[in-house]
């Protein structure tokens, strides 16, 4: 249908709907007062619980570990449905030509936006690698640090280098790593129910809080997470970037 | 000034609403999307802050200080994930959709006629 008639079917539809909303927002305890039990519980018991001093990866890794597990596949079946999409189809041919590749620069990617991408590629790594190690004590963990790591390689297609970045960034090796992070954070899942009862249970020794290698099984799933979070969004990215760059149209 | 968060929660969500119905590209009506996840994140943030808490990470505070609740921000952070998710999805239908039917107009995508 038309915009005209989208728009004015949305009219009536949108205020009634912005009306409930507004009434049923007022419900709501006043914003600063909130009653919930179940967040007071975990922040007085959750360092002592887990020995891990940052709650919110404590929470994502070690109380609600499965909710983790629902949503590294979401993920990963996601990038498995936007590499089915992106799929090279019947009449289509990759044209892996280095200089072709090399000519689909930023316009004006200058000499020093390509030193800049040259030094910004290990200190993501570097960045990265912080943020997946230190996320059971400070903000952090296997997800921020895991989109940090993707990004690094992704420093070299800006820098116009995209063959370059496949290089750093192989498909083989980001499908395994993808593959290999969504398995090993199942497989803690299952040595909790293996070695301690319960599926996710804790079973790695706890640690002392504040000190790196604390929470128990937490730094073992940062790490599992991080390489399946950057694993999947390399691989996403690449189909994106190879459908704008190297796949054209035409027969044999 | 106790509303405030939940009026702007409410806001961004109409807002995305109202650019998801009146766009005529594909990927506007994908960020509109993305608007619209974005107002569910400060809804959940807003019911969850404690006045006066400070953020769930107690490596340099005593652990009985007041803090905000932590499971809200957990939601939050997979709700970031499947926003990213649901994104890549649909921009990879936008290229298939852009290359079969030439435009990113929604007006254009009409069946398959042949």
């Known amino acids: 249908m038309s915009r005209r008639a989208r728009l004015c079917l949305f009219a009536p539809a949108g205020a009634v709907f912005a009306l409930v909303l507004i009434v049923g927002m ?59 999409i992106l799929r090279q189809l019947r009449g289509e041919r990759p044209e892996p030509r280095e200089e072709e590749a090399e000519e689909h620069h930023f316009a004006g990617a200058s000499e020093a936006l390509r030193a800049l991408g040259l030094t910004l590629v290990p200190s993501m790594i570097a960045l990265g690698v912080y943020i997946v190690a230190h996320g059971q004590l400070t903000p952090g963990g296997g997800f921020q640090g895991g989109i940090v790591l993707a990004a690094a390689p992704l420093a070299l297609f800006i ?14 090796l980001i499908e395994v790593g993808e593959a290999l992070g969504a398995a090993a954070y199942a497989l803690i899942g299952l040595g909790g129910l293996i070695f301690a009862g319960v599926f996710f249970k804790n079973f790695v020794g706890l640690g002392i809080a504040g000190q790196l290698l604390s929470g128990g099984q937490i730094p073992i799933a940062s790490v599992a997470v991080s ?6 969004f390399l691989v996403g990215w690449t189909q994106f970037f190879d459908q704008a760059l190297l796949i054209r149209r035409g027969g044999r | ?17 109202y650019g998801i119905v009146a766009s005529q590209h594909l990927v506007r009506t994908i ?41 809200a921000q957990v939601l939050v952070l997979v709700d970031i994930v ?10 990879a239908l936008a290229v298939q959709a852009h ?16």
């Not at chain 1, 390489?227 to 999947?232: D, H, I, R, T």
């Not at chain 2, 993305?34 to 807003?46: F, K, N, R």
């Open chain 1, 159 to 172: 820098a116009g280098r995209y063959m370059r970045m496949k290089v750093l960034a192989p498909q083989m």
């Open chain 1, 26 to 84: 007022t419900g709501l305890p006043p914003f600063g007062r909130y009653h919930g039990v179940y967040g007071r519980a975990l922040n007085g018991v959750g360092v002592t619980e887990s020995h891990a001093t940052d709650l919110v990866t404590a929470l994502n890794f070690d109380f609600r570990a499965f909710d983790t597990l629902g949503e590294e596949f979401i993920l990963f079946s996601s990038i498995l449905g936007v590499v089915l």
């Open chain 2, 1 to 17: 000034m106790s509303f405030l968060p939940f009026a702007v929660a409410a806001w961004l969500f109409l807002l995305g609403l």
């Open chain 2, 31 to 71: 960020i509109c999307l993305a608007v619209v996840q974005s107002s569910t994140y400060v809804l959940l943030l807003g019911v969850g802050y404690v006045s006066g808490g400070q953020a769930p990470i107690f490596a340099d505070i005593p652990q009985t200080t007041k803090a905000v609740d932590p499971v």
């Open chain 2, 99 to 114: 290359k079969r039917f030439g435009s990113l107009d929604p007006r254009e995508l009409r069946a398959l006629r042949d």
């Open chain 2, 82 to 91: 499947v926003e990213a998710t649901v994104s890549a999805l649909l921009l």
């Open chain 1, 227 to 232: 390489l399946e979070v950057s694993g999947a």
